[in-house]
């Protein structure tokens, strides 16, 4: 998939008439912390995503690498559609499930990265339902001996390679977020809208585009190379947005 800088500038106000929205999570709602327990949903977010989900008659999902159940305990009871892990496990809003069974193998890529997590005290280890997921961030120097290690792990388990903002994750192959974009799209009360995924992270480019085939458009949060046809800074000037976009709304 080719990457180019994208060209829309900010997104305009009106963007979510007759749309969909979709969200990643770390990055784009809140900045990214050095641990992913130590993030917290404020009120005002909480607020915001409720108000936006009204708005929008339900046409609201989170598509996160981070577990279904995570998000749904981080926003409470608050029930939005949820892609977690990637798009390999899909909850809708009226809280229907659909995942595959964890793979096989997990036990011993987990214990194969431990060495290097205890040579680099930063590095964290963060077991999921369907893969584990090497933080490096509080390591940087670590980066390529992590990578190195996810490469092979992932070439002798079949399992996939995700890379991310200072972490690699194996995982379930399978699904990405532009997938669980796409499938979300086939039921109501997401079906014949145009979709919009809002994400800071090459994990959601291919989100970006499976919106753009769907007629709608991507917003980058954050620079780079990307898919996406707009471009917000940072998270708060992404909620800013968010927050104007949905008074704009009918």
Not at 6 to 15: C, F, M, S
Not at 179 to 191: S, V
Request: proline fraction near 8%; avoid cysteine.
């Amino acid at each position: 998939m080719g990457v180019k800088l994208p060209a829309g500038g900010a997104p305009p106000i009106d963007l979510l008439r007759g749309a969909s929205l979709f969200l990643d999570f770390d990055g784009t709602l809140v900045d990214i912390a050095e641990r992913p327990d130590a993030v917290m949903v404020d009120a005002p977010l909480a607020t915001l995503l409720g108000r936006l989900a009204n708005r929008l008659d339900g046409r609201l999902a989170i598509i996160s690498g981070r577990p279904r159940a995570e998000i749904d305990a981080l926003f409470g009871g608050h029930r939005f559609a949820v892609g977690g892990s990637h798009g390999l496990e899909l909850r809708w809003s009226d809280g229907r499930l659909d995942a595959p069974a964890p793979p096989a193998g997990l036990h011993r890529v987990i214990a194969e990265m431990r060495p290097l997590a205890e040579t680099h005290p930063g590095i964290l280890i963060e077991e999921k339902p369907f893969g584990v997921a090497l933080h490096y961030r509080a390591a940087p120097e670590a980066e390529a001996d992590a990578r190195a290690l996810a490469g092979r792990l992932a070439a002798e388990t079949g399992l996939s390679l995700q890379i991310g903002k200072m972490v690699v994750e194996l995982r379930l192959a399978g699904a990405d977020k532009g997938a669980a974009l796409d499938t979300f799209m086939t039921e109501p009360p997401m079906r014949g809208t145009r979709p919009v995924f809002i994400g800071d992270d090459s994990t959601d480019e291919a989100a970006f585009a499976a919106a753009a085939r769907a007629g709608g458009h991507g917003i980058l949060v954050g620079a780079g190379p990307t898919v996406a046809h707009y471009v917000l800074p940072d998270v708060p000037t992404t909620r800013a947005w968010l927050q104007a976009a949905g008074e704009a709304l009918p």
